[in-house]
C-alpha cells in the first residue's frame, strides 16, 4: 500500500511525539551491493531525507536520528573524515528546503573530538531554522548514552556546588533538564534497522519507557511505507509505563 494511504490509517490521537531511529546497515548495504562503503552511506543520506519528509507528512512533532556515535571514531580516519563531511555537506544542502518545510533542526551530543570550526558552521546552519515550530530534527552526533549521562552529571555537580540547585531536590525531571535533549519530550517509539536488536549506547536515559520496534530492512532501503506502518504498529500496543 501507498504510505500516503498508510498515513490516513494513523490515528492522530495516538500518533507518537517523539521518534527516535538506530539508522543501521549502511556497511552491509554496500557489501550486499559490491561497492565501496561510502556509496552505503550516500544511500543512507537518501533515506534520511525521505523518512524526514514523511515524518513531517504524518505531523510528527520530534524525530531523532543516530547519525555518528562516540565509538564511531573507532573506524578507519579515512570512513571517519568522510562521513564527518558527508554529514555536514549534507545538512548544507538541506538546510533551505527544511526549513521551508517549518522543520527546526539541531545537533545533540558531545562538542569534543569535534574541530571548533565544525561545531561552528553546524550551530550557525542548524539556527536559522530555530523559529520554525514544526518537526523538530535531532541530529545525534558524536553522541553516546554515558557520555551524555557524564556529562549531565558534571554540569550538575558544578550547580550543587555554587548553589544553583540543592541536591536534595534531584528528581527524573531535573536529570532529564541537564541531558542533550533538555526540555523535549523522550521518545515514544525506537526504530532500529538491519536486524540488531540493542540500544547501543543510545538514549540511554530517555529510553526508560519506550517502545521498540525492529526491521531487518537495512537503513538506506528503508521506505516510508516501513516508517509508516511502525507507527501504526505502535497504536495498537498498550503502554503501562510499569502501572501493572
Known amino acids: 500500500m501507498d504510505y500516503k494511504q498508510l ?47 514523511t ?92 557520555r551524555e549521562l557524564i556529562d549531565a552529571f558534571k554540569k550538575m555537580s558544578d550547580d550543587i556546588i555554587s548553589g544553583k540547585i540543592k541536591k536534595e531536590r534531584i528528581n527524573d525531571e531535573m536529570v532529564s533538564n541537564y541531558l542533550y535533549t533538555a526540555y523535549m519530550p523522550d521518545p515514544d517509539l525506537i526504530i532500529r534497522t538491519s536486524g540488531e536488536e540493542r540500544l547501543s549506547n543510545f538514549l540511554v536515559w530517555q529510553s526508560a519507557y519506550s517502545e521498540f520496534w525492529f526491521t531487518k530492512t537495512l537503513w538506506p532501503d528503508f521506505s516510508r511505507e516501513e516508517f509508516i506502518q511502525a507507527i501504526l504498529d505502535f497504536q495498537d500496543r498498550k503502554r503501562r509505563f510499569g502501572s501493572r
Open 7 to 53: 498515513i490516513k490509517q494513523i490515528d492522530k490521537k495516538q500518533m507518537p511525539k517523539h521518534i527516535a531511529i538506530i539508522m543501521d546497515g549502511n556497511g552491509r548495504w554496500a557489501d550486499e551491493h559490491n561497492t565501496k562503503r561510502v556509496n552505503g552511506h550516500k544511500e543512507g543520506v537518501k533515506a534520511v531525507r525521505r523518512i524526514v519528509e
Open 55 to 146: 515524518a513531517v507528512e504524518a505531523g510528527l512533532e520530534y524525530l531523532t536520528v543516530y547519525a555518528f556515535s562516540t565509538e564511531n571514531w573507532r573506524r578507519s580516519k579515512q570512513e571517519v573524515n568522510y562521513l564527518l563531511k558527508l554529514i555536514m555537506d549534507s545538512l548544507i544542502k538541506e538546510i533551505d528546503d527544511l526549513k521551508a518545510n517549518n522543520v527546526n533542526i539541531k545537533f545533540i551530543g558531545s562538542k569534543e573530538e569535534l574541530e571548533k570550526s565544525y561545531n561552528k558552521k553546524v550551530l550557525s546552519t542548524c539556527r536559522s531554522s530555530w523559529d520554525n515550530d514544526g518537526l523538530h530534527l535531532n541530529i545525534a552526533m558524536n553522541y553516546g548514552g554515558r
